[in-house]
């Protein structure tokens, strides 16, 4: 006979395994799929000390290992897997991954958001080698450092101000000659003393020796090239919500995010998304925890509810 969970998370990171936890200790029978380990995108950055509870931070990885911990303590389970397909509209939802079927009352989406990344050469092995892609994470080591960001978009107007305070000198790469980011960040921007911004250019090498040193640039209009020495690159080009398979079933924004409010419900009765995967305003591991537990307290109510 098949097994049917009460719960079904897809992404083991901070929203899912907060889901987990409030749900498994709820008394609900809950599982995990995780394709790689626990943490998710969380699990790649070097420190965090925005999320309360740890008076020195903590690196990224551990917290999710505690979380990871702290939700299996109460005996929710971790399968490690790639979700392949979907089907969730049946009371009974079902879940297919590279290891087997699964079968749910209820589906938490918790698979977050990819930072879009440049697609040069060696970009993947200089990350948090002088390479990074969130500027309020990993800013802090580039005081009075040379910086330069990526992207003309709110993030990286907004990373851009965040590192003019910090750093000696930041430079803002954008491949057209205006911002798309709203009128409001420019002002502080065109003002702040050390920021220079180059035009019409991308960065089409990254320089190294173990770590970055520099980027060559190139202007896209009259294809010169130029080197420029750098301590740091924060790469803010946009997010990719992991949503590919969802697609056809669920509701989305024009951007891919699963359309959600607070409560985390979806379109689709019993299915619930959490953390960076939905329509939400600020995408920190506090407000994807935050997402989490508010799930599971709907995903109770529904379980119950169709359980009478
Ligand atoms: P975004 O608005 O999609 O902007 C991405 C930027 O990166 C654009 O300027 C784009 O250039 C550039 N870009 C895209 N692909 C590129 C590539 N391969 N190479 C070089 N440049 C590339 O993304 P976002 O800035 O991350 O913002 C995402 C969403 O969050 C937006 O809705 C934004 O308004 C919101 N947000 C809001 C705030 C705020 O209001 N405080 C702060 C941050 C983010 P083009 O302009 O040429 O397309």
Redesign the pocket.
């Known amino acids: 006979m098949k097994h049917i969970y009460d719960m079904l998370i897809i992404g083991g990171g901070p929203a899912g395994y907060t889901a987990a936890l409030y749900a498994s200790r709820a008394g609900l029978d809950t599982l995990i799929i995780e394709k790689m380990s626990a943490g998710g995108q969380m699990a790649l950055t070097d420190i965090i000390d925005n999320y309360p509870g740890f008076d020195q931070g903590i690196d990224g990885f551990s917290l999710g290992m505690q979380m990871q911990a702290g939700a299996e303590r109460f005996g929710a389970k971790t399968e490690y897997g790639e979700v392949l397909s979907v089907d969730l509209l049946p009371e009974i939802k079902k879940i297919i991954t590279d290891s087997g079927e699964y079968f749910s009352r209820t589906v938490v989406i918790a698979t977050g958001a990819a930072p879009?990344v440049?697609g040069v050469e060696n970009e993947e092995n200089l990350i948090g080698r002088g390479v990074h892609y969130c500027a309020h994470c990993d800013g802090r080591f580039y005081k009075n450092k040379t910086v330069m960001v990526?992207?003309?978009?709110?993030?990286?107007v907004?990373d851009a101000l965040y590192l003019s305070r910090l750093a000696k000198k930041v430079y803002l790469v954008?491949?057209?000659d205006t911002l798309?980011a709203?009128k409001i960040y420019h002002d502080p921007l065109m003002k702040a003393e050390n920021v220079e911004f180059i035009w019409d250019s991308?960065v089409v090498e990254l320089l190294a020796d173990g770590r970055l040193n520099g980027v060559k640039v190139k202007n896209l209009k009259t294809e010169e090239e130029r080197e420029v020495s750098l301590d740091g690159l924060f790469i803010?080009?946009?997010?990719k919500p992991v949503t590919e398979l969802f697609g056809n079933a669920l509701a989305l924004d024009e951007?891919g995010y699963i359309i959600a409010d607070e409560t985390t419900k979806t379109n689709i009765s019993g299915v619930y998304a959490v953390g960076d995967v939905r329509t939400k305003a600020l995408r920190q591991v506090i407000t994807a925890a935050s997402d989490g537990a508010v799930a599971a307290h709907f995903a109770e109510e529904y379980c119950n509810l169709i359980q009478k």
């Open positions: 879009r440049l990526v992207g003309g978009g709110n993030s990286a907004s954008h491949r057209r798309r709203t991308a803010s080009i946009g997010r951007a």
